[in-house]
């Protein structure tokens, strides 16, 4: 297999970890959060959301978690943005990545933000090219890539529309969303495969939610067909509140002991992940699905 030798991890826990929690983490522990993460050696942390407070409460206090935290130089700090509204919360906030989302089906994009993929394509376009004037770096996310929980599979054609849509926009990055946690191997090497005859691997990154226990799997098998961004979240939260069935996100803790393991370089220290961890499970009162928090416990 081809091992790349360095990787970059774009940790999500704050955002994609605490939309779908109940227990709302009040906005000083997020802030003291975020503040270990950023002391852990990740470079990239995806703090909260803009959007509607009614629809994800858990990140109701958007604007004071961005303005509340220690920004470490040298670390990215990004937020979902649905609408101008949210856009202009996130400049008012500092943030120094925009990422904009939408979905590969229909069902899932009109559940998720309201709109028909049509009416979702000149709202993002204009968010991208407003954030880039405002010297912000841009992330696009296409959810439900590889199963959608109202649609089911598909089509890897739709992926390629959509992706071309998203980098005509002009954004920096594009990730790649299981959103249901239901892609395995083999089908990552299949949508891959097509994919990268279109786009350059290192604009492109993979969302692993850890439904089935099939994340690191499909990362192996991402990795070794040139991917070499991953998002994940620490101690396996996160979840999507308009993707019935959705976990976590694969733990970001879990794949560094991998990653690290194979001499593969994340510049992430797993000692200080670990607290950051141990700190949330803490707040939200529950046991986390990471392999690396329970060992860690076991002494
Ligand atoms: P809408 O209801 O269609 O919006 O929501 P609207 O423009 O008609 O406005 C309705 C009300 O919302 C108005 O308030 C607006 O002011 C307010 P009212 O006049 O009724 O009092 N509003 C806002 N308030 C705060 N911030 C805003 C905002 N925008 C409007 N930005 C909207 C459209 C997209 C905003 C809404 O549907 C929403 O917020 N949805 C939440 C979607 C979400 O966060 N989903 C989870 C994240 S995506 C994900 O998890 C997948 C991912 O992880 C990748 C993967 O796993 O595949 C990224
Ligand atoms: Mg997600």
């Known amino acids: 297999m081809n091992w790349p ?12 970890g605490l939309q779908n929690e109940r227990t709302l983490i009040s906005t000083e522990d997020k802030i003291k959060w975020i503040n270990l993460l950023s002391a852990s050696g990740l470079k990239h942390i995806e703090i909260t959301s803009f959007v509607n407070p009614k629809w994800i409460p858990a990140l109701a206090d958007s604007i004071q978690v961005a303005k509340g935290i220690n920004r470490v130089e040298g670390v990215s ?5 649905p609408n101008q509204y949210g856009l202009s919360h996130a400049l008012e906030s500092n943030i120094d990545e925009v990422a904009v989302f939408m979905s590969a089906t229909e069902a899932h994009n009109k ?5 028909s993929i049509d009416q979702t394509i000149p709202i993002l376009s204009e968010l ?3 954030a880039t004037s405002a010297g912000k770096k841009t992330r696009g996310y296409l959810s439900t890539v590889f199963g959608c929980p109202y649609e089911g599979k598909v089509a890897i054609d739709q992926v390629i529309r959509l992706s071309e849509s998203l980098f005509d926009m002009g954004i920096d990055e594009l990730s790649l969303g299981d959103t249901i946690g239901k892609a395995n191997p083999r089908q990552v090497e299949v949508l891959l495969s097509t994919l990268l005859k279109h786009f350059p691997a290192d604009k492109l990154a993979l969302h692993f939610h850890d439904t089935r226990g099939t994340a690191l799997a499909n990362i192996l098998i991402s990795l070794d067909m040139g991917i070499t961004t991953f998002d994940s979240s620490v101690g396996g939260l996160g979840g999507c509140p308009y993707a019935p069935g959705a976990s976590g996100n694969v733990a970001t803790d879990d794949l560094i002991y991998m990653l690290d393991s194979m001499g593969i370089h994340t510049g992430i220290n797993q000692k200080k992940l670990l607290d950051a961890a141990k700190y949330i499970q803490k707040k939200l009162g529950k046991s986390l699905n990471s392999h690396s928090l329970k060992v860690y416990y076991s002494g």
């Open 77 to 81: 700090y990004s937020a979902l943005v």
């Open 111 to 115: 559940n998720n933000i309201n709109k």
């Open 128 to 130: 991208v090219k407003d």
């Open 5 to 16: 030798s360095n990787i970059t991890i774009k940790e999500v826990g704050p955002r994609d």
